[in-house]
């Protein structure tokens, strides 16, 4: 009984197989049958699927990431489709609107423009050469003297228009203005106040006092002989008419007044000849680049 268990053992140790050393190649080569462990696809073999797939419960796998996450694979991009950190929706900024510059309404710009190129002959063809003549005979210390003069008359249009503005400093300097040029200054042909005393004129008037009220310019108008307006500033040129002691002169004075209303043309004229001509060169519209420039001069007088 003994010699035939030893030979059943003996037979048994026979048969039985050992295993040898295991290897990569070993483990890849055996069935998915009977391998115990299962080899799971990269990342980057992921996307080639099209859909990340749910690997059975039985093998170690990843959850299915849900479908707004922000590393979901994107089909043709590098790496794999894969978008690194948060995705946001950039939209382009809007289109900032352009500033325009402030012009003014010009409903009656046919009309204007008649009245414009009137004015313009009646410069080239009577104010300058009259204003020529008469800078070459009067030096310019004179016609300073006059144009003095006839500021020094308008005091009142601008002492009025200082209170109506409550520009209470602006009527306390034109009222010392107005005695020391009429006694010191020779009825303000100098300017002795400005030169020695550092009192400036204030620059007022009835039209600006409109503005600074909250009136606005309405529309442009080009006035023969009186030259650029507007609807606001017109009202302003005949409130401040009532205000010019030249106005309450007799109707025998009429040929005086409308002498003086001349010779201050025609001397203002000489002070600054060849400011339109400069003007009329630069611009492609001159009749355009009066208007705006006469337009931005008055809103800056009521701004200021």
């Known amino acids: 009984m003994k010699v035939v268990c030893c030979v059943y053992f003996l037979l048994a140790f026979c048969f039985i197989p050992f295993p040898g050393p295991c290897t990569a190649e070993d483990l890849t080569s055996s069935s998915s049958s009977e391998a115990s462990i299962v080899v799971l696809p990269s990342d980057e073999a992921i996307p080639a699927l099209g859909t990340r797939e749910v690997l059975e ?40 609107p352009e500033e325009t510059a402030e012009t003014i309404a010009d409903p009656l710009e046919p009309v204007n423009r008649v009245f414009f190129h009137f004015n313009d002959k009646l410069y080239f063809w009577v104010f300058k ?43 306390g300097n034109e009222t010392a203005r107005f005695f020391i040029n009429t006694t010191y200054g020779i009825v303000g042909v100098l300017d002795p106040a400005k030169k020695k005393f550092k009192i400036d004129k204030q620059e007022a008037d009835f039209g600006q006092t409109l503005g600074i009220w909250g009136m606005g310019p309405i529309f442009y108008i080009d006035w023969p002989v009186l030259g650029p307006s507007t609807v606001r500033e017109t009202v302003g040129y005949v409130g401040d008419a009532f205000l010019d002691p030249r106005t309450y002169l007799p109707s025998r004075f009429l040929i005086v007044n409308a002498s003086a209303w001349v010779l201050e043309k025609v001397n203002e004229t000489s002070l600054i000849l060849g400011e339109y001509e400069a003007l009329k060169k630069a611009a492609l519209d001159p009749y355009i680049a009066l208007r705006e420039a006469y337009f931005q001069y008055r809103q800056n007088k009521i701004k200021d």
């Open 129 to 171: 050469p009259v204003a020529t003549g008469y800078k070459t005979i009067v030096p310019e210390d004179g016609r300073v003297g006059v144009r003095n003069f006839f500021s020094n008359l308008k005091t009142p249009v601008r002492l009025v228009n200082c209170l109506l503005q409550a520009k209470f400093k602006g009527a």
């Open 57 to 96: 419960p039985s093998i170690a796998a990843e959850p299915s990431p849900s479908s707004d996450s922000t590393d979901a694979p994107i089909s043709g991009e590098p790496d794999g489709g894969r978008v690194q950190g948060p995705v946001e929706n950039i939209s382009p900024e809007p289109p900032q």
